[in-house]
């Protein structure tokens, strides 16, 4: 009976396992040390984008807008950089920009009573446009100033031995963890995606947890941004085209119901897990990166048929 | 007379929980039997097993003189069993014929729904019940009344020998409920077999022929409805004897509480009273007098647009639920399933939702230790029954929601208590501890408004009672001074005077 409880609640975790056992099987340099920090570092983007979009989907919403706040955010940075601003507040003002896009979203959402999906998917296409304004379609170089080395850093650099993109994707995990699970905005969060009506008539204030849903959404896209800018030493401004799919999906896999109110970080982190595990296998098995897609979308569908048979048979 | 359908030592347990023991039941062609029992008795897991929704897991069913294993509702459905659940199941956005001819439309070789076909049939059954509603009206503007009738209306269409009504006359008026018991009686001229779930005892002795008893799961009384009285049915339910129906408890009240002064909003129109601490204020009126609309409007739920509140001697400005809570403002509604509580998740989350601010500290920091101890405290103290405290609230009977609903106001340390119908759908013995609650919190200072169509219930357990009808005030009685026939000529006051005007 135990077995079988733990089984239910943590099909996605058991997915992860099997996939890596198969893959290690088919192909044994993916056992290294070096290949898992690959996959860690290459994972944490994604990580990072979807843990925010797991605040949006718990009040029964979706961020479709995530990839072009991260490309946004990170031509801003990328200018900022290039032209010697203080790494701190560079990094700063591009959080609070994110955060402050996010955040119209959910305005548009509650004073409006927009469909989270119309509203980002207007955003979504309003700030890529932004961007190609803003960069008139060339990439943004972070420049050579002295500030341009320490910024590397954070998408490029190592903290014993570990790279520092998946240092600062476990720390918001665990600040996510923390603020869903133990604090009264938590509760709100999956109190709005349960039951929209009982939340407002138990006093919660639903308008300003939407917008922060979304703040923290569009302000961990922009972390994102950061990264990856850093790590190329340059903004793209075609940066995170479709990066919301994948976010959605590392959500779904981990268990997060599309309806609200049911779901967990930690089902996020690892659904992300699952991304960049098959993302590495496929590559290091030399699968074709047009083949590689079909294989990824199969995957993602057996898993969220499997976990649904999981639920209704519970 | 046969039986048209007949359990035999039925069993069923849910995760090792056993919710029906060796049930034996038997409903005969031509006749009503009522199913009695509390809430979680097992009613609605019986029901369920009848029409194919649960799996017994012993025992025999025997319909129509064949042994019968339904293995979803379609089934039974096909067989000629219809049910009627609790809970209205009806689309919203389709019309009232798309309802009634839901999954078995009538189509013509092509395949093309003959809408006129839908539109004749759905007016000839709704005519049965004496309904004048459009089958192409939308559900959505139906009231819960007329709502209830389609439910009827697509019952009888699918020509059902054996009917299963569970709480049908919930949401009726007086008018309403006669009109359902005329249809009851023409279906038991026709020799359909039915079943009527009711927790208003003085139906079962007006309608039914039979009666069948479950207490935890066991049937433990069947038979005729002329060879039992109301006591004797009572204690067959609870188990033990109710000395007194309606505790009251004759506190004095303290000082003026709330003061409505000229209050308008939407339903409601220039309404004012004081409560004071220490006093249940009972509220009177028909379906749609306004008396849900006046409890929203003091909680801040239904924006006012003129008058003036007064909590405790300070003005306040109601324009959110928020507002109401920040205000010490508590308030239970009567529809649980949208309103009330959130079906899905736990028995915890559900209760320290309104009141959570206390056990937030830094930034909202929960301490969950305190959180766990007092709602275990609010478990016991109201015996609710529950697996835990994480159990879903959807699993947990009628009169245990209601317990979490008023514990989860309660939390949020209220100074007045709104509750609107806290006893619907809810069983005697859980009703009568509803009422020693409402007596404890008035002895504690707590100032109750109280809003019911159960009219004993009112008189039985309210300081004073206030008579509202189309959103008016109409009438003020003190306890002694109130009996049901002046509160009755009251409810009607409003309605005379607007159909003058």
Known sequence: ????????????????????????????????????????????????????????ILTAGIDLSVGSILAFAGAVCASMIGADTPLLVALFTTLAIGA??????GSIVSFFGVQPFIATLVGMTMIRGAVLVYTDGRPISTGDFEVANAFYELGGGYVAGIPIPVIIA??????????????????????????????????????????????????????????????????????GLAYELDAIAAVVLGGTSLMGGRGRITGTLIGALIIGVLNNALNIMDVSSYFQMIAKGGVILLAVVLDRRGKTTE | MTALLELKGVDKAF???????????????????????????????????????????????????????????RQSMDAGIAMIHQELNLLQQLTVGENIFLGRE?????????????????????????????????????????????????????????IIMDEPTDALTDVETKILFDVIGHLREQGKG????????????????DVAILRDGAMVHQGPVSEIDEDELIRHMVGRELSQQYPYDGVKPGPVRLKVDGVSAHGVSNVSFTAHAGEVVGFAGLVGAGRTELGKAIFGANPTTAGTIEVDGAATRLRTPRDGVGAGIGYVTEDRKHEGLIQAHGLRSNMSLIGLFRFSGLLGALDKKAEKETITGYIDAFSIKTHG??????????????????????????????????????????????????????????????????MPELLGISDRILVLSNGRLTGSFSRDEADQESIMRCTVAGLKEATVQ
């Open chain 1, 1 to 56: 009976m135990k077995i079988k409880e733990f089984a239910l609640e943590n099909i996605p975790l058991i997915g992860l396992v099997i996939l890596m056992i198969l893959v290690s099987l088919a192909s044994p340099s993916f056992l290294s040390v070096d290949n898992f920090l690959n996959i860690l570092r290459q994972t944490s983007i994604n990580a990072i984008i979807a843990m925010g979009m797991t605040f949006v």
């Open chain 1, 100 to 105: 402050a896009l996010g955040a119209a979203s």
């Open chain 1, 170 to 239: 476990g720390v918001v995990f665990l600040v996510c963890w923390y603020v869903l699970n133990h604090t009264r905005m938590g509760r709100h969060v999956y109190a709005i995606g349960g039951n929209e009506q009982v939340a407002k008539l138990a006093g919660v204030n639903v308008s300003a947890v939407k917008i922060t849903v979304f703040a923290i959404s569009g302000a961990l896209a922009a972390l994102a941004g950061i990264i990856l800018t850093a790590r190329l030493e340059s903004a793209q401004p075609t940066a």
């Open chain 2, 15 to 73: 995760s090792n929980v056993r919710v029906l023991q060796k049930v034996d039941f038997v409903i005969k062609a031509g006749r009503v039997v009522a199913l009695a029992g509390e809430n979680g008795a097992g009613k609605s897991t019986l029901m369920k097993i009848i029409t194919g929704i649960y799996r017994r897991d012993a025992g025999t069913m025997r319909y129509r003189g064949s042994d019968v294993q339904f293995t979803s509702a």
């Open chain 2, 106 to 162: 009538p189509t013509d070789r092509m395949g093309r729904i003959q809408w006129p076909v839908i539109k004749e049939r759905s007016r000839y059954w709704l005519g049965q019940l004496k309904q004048d509603i459009s089958p192409l009206e939308l559900i959505a503007n139906l009231s819960i009344a007329q709502q209830q009738m389609v439910e009827i209306a697509r019952a009888l269409s699918m020509n059902a020998e054996l």
């Open chain 2, 194 to 209: 039915m079943v009527f779930i009711s927790h208003r005892l003085g139906e079962i002795f007006r309608m039914c022929d």
């Open chain 2, 389 to 454: 405290i994480d159990a879903m609230v959807s699993q947990l009977s009628g009169g245990n929601q209601q317990k979490v609903s008023i514990a989860k106001s309660l939390l949020a340390e209220p100074r007045i208590l709104i509750l609107d119908e806290p006893t619907r759908g809810v069983d005697v013995g859980a009703k009568r501890e509803i009422y020693n609650l409402i007596n404890e919190l008035k002895s504690q200072g707590l100032c109750i408004l109280l809003m019911s169509s159960d």
